[in-house]
């Protein structure tokens, strides 16, 4: 027999857990502080650095430990406004212009608000019908607009990383491969592919796979007679060809391989063909996008970041598979404890078609601002910004010893600036480092053909005519400036 616990000690925890649920008094009094914070942040958007040297950034957060004690508001949002929102990168502003810029549509975080508190699980759909059907609905018009038939599924992730390795894995349970011949699957691919499919090989166990870098054109684009020439020299010694990745929009330098062409020799070698489109994919919402992703459909699997091109915040991608069988040979599994869940042959699960089984219900971030502004200004917004790259690449251009990689297909552009006197290299590593200092826009480099290289990539939402303009000026005044001092 289970001795009955004392009724006075369950009451007494009661009023102390309950203290979870504020009145709705409280939760105005808390909420009124946050929006009003939010209210402040955006009403200074436009002034506010895109990076603030980050030095010790963010230690004041250390200092404030976890505790038993409650902590008024304002004192958390002194703490986030001085350790979170100041230091380092500001991923909000429209003069972030490095790597992939982000972005954080209002209308987001208003979904993301009700997804917490009504907090509908959107892993399986016995659970959350309406919540997995929502989901679903967005992949198939991904997947429409991408030129997938109909039938072809998918999963929101939480970004390309996860997207790419979801693909990586359906690509290596589709060839039927056994552990053993892994070591003899060879996977094509170039040197721009993004390091997340690297990552993504390992995790999938292919580690001992043999990685093809397919030469490139000037252009930093996969040469298709190379891919198709490695392929058929692979057979010939007995190696296995397992799949083929492709960019659409590499990260470095904005490329997009031919798709197309690419597709045609996979099928012809009947090869899984895997696009990593994060940065590039919804490009496609416009005209010239559309013709620049041509053949993007004729792949098996394609990676798109609603976090990068739907601007949203982050923490939403996407992966779209065509054969939604691949995708749940690879993902579904049951247990036990779930066999009340009863199947939909109308709505797969997302839990069936990734890692994820509990996880954020990211569709409502996504589809209310899809709903509430409509696509016409999504499409006119990644217009704008490949505009912007060509007026950028266009007006640099005209400046003296800037040096311009080849005009943007999409929206980054690869730049250098050839000094006077000195080593080239360090002279733009200066310019980075002048143009962080500064910060009111914030630029990144790499390294292409073993040159050190400025980019520039417009995808924030809020980078306007003026950023572009703004950004021309400081890079002008920042190679006068360093030039006196060499
Ligand atoms: C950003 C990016 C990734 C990685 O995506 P995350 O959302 O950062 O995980 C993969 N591939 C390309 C081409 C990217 O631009």
């Known amino acids: 027999m289970t001795p009955i616990p004392d009724i006075r000690e369950i009451r007494g925890l009661e009023k102390v857990s309950r203290l979870l649920e504020p009145g709705a008094d409280t939760r105005k009094g808390v909420r009124d502080r946050v929006l009003a914070y939010t209210e402040e942040f955006l009403g200074k958007i436009g002034e506010i650095r895109a990076f603030v040297f980050p030095h010790d950034g963010g230690v004041g957060i250390l200092n404030d430990p976890i505790g038993e004690d409650p902590v008024p508001i304002d004192r958390l949002l002194e703490l986030v406004r001085d350790n979170i929102d100041l230091p380092g990168l500001n991923p909000a502003s429209g003069g972030h212009l490095a790597y992939i810029p982000g972005g954080g549509l209002y209308n987001s975080s208003l979904g993301d608000y009700m997804a917490a508190i009504m907090n509908r699980y959107a892993g399986a759909y016995f659970g959350g019908p309406g919540a997995v059907r929502l989901e679903n609905m967005l992949l198939d018009w991904m997947n429409g607009i991408v030129g997938y038939p109909a039938g072809s599924s998918g999963n929101l992730t939480s970004g390309g990383s996860i997207s790419n390795l979801i693909g990586v894995v359906a690509a290596r349970d589709a060839s039927g491969l056994k552990a053993a011949e892994y070591s003899r699957a060879v996977i094509y691919l170039t040197e721009q592919a993004h390091h997340s499919v690297h990552k993504a090989i390992r995790i999938a166990g292919l580690g001992e796979a043999i990685l093809r870098n397919i030469p490139m054109d000037a252009r930093f684009r996969m040469s298709v007679p190379a891919l198709g020439a490695a392929i058929d020299q692979d057979k010939r010694e007995g190696l296995i060809p397992l799949m083929i990745i492709a960019a659409a929009g590499s990260t470095d330098a904005g490329a997009v391989d031919p798709l197309h062409d690419i597709g045609e020799i996979a099928r012809r070698n009947s090869l899984w063909y895997h696009i990593d489109a994060a940065y590039g994919g919804f490009f496609v919402l416009t005209d010239e996008g559309k013709k620049i992703l041509r053949g993007i459909e004729t792949s098996d699997s394609l990676v ?183």
Not at 421 to 431: A, K, S, T, V
Not at 451 to 473: E, V, W
């Open 304 to 486: 798109v970041d609603p976090h990068k091109g739907l601007f949203l915040p982050y923490g939403t991608g996407a992966v779209l598979v065509k054969d939604t069988a691949r995708l749940l040979e690879s993902f579904h599994y049951t247990a036990n404890y779930m066999q009340d869940l009863i199947p939909d042959s109308t709505a797969h699960s997302p839990a069936d078609l990734s890692p994820e089984l509990t996880k954020h219900f990211r569709g409502l971030r996504l589809w209310l601002p899809l709903k509430l502004h409509g696509l016409a200004p999504f499409r006119a917004g990644l217009a704008e910004k490949m505009l912007l790259a060509r007026y950028f690449h266009g007006r640099l251009g005209e400046v003296p010893g800037f040096e311009m990689g080849p005009e943007p297909e999409l929206s980054v552009v690869t730049y250098r600036y050839i000094p006077r006197r000195g080593d080239p290299d360090r002279f733009n590593e200066q310019i980075v480092r002048e143009t962080q200092k500064d910060g009111r826009v914030f630029l990144s480099s790499t390294i292409l053909n073993g040159r050190y290289t400025l980019r520039l990539a417009a995808l924030a939402f809020r980078t306007h005519l003026d950023t572009i303009d703004l950004a021309l000026d400081i890079l002008k005044h920042t190679v006068k400036k360093l030039e006196r001092s060499v």
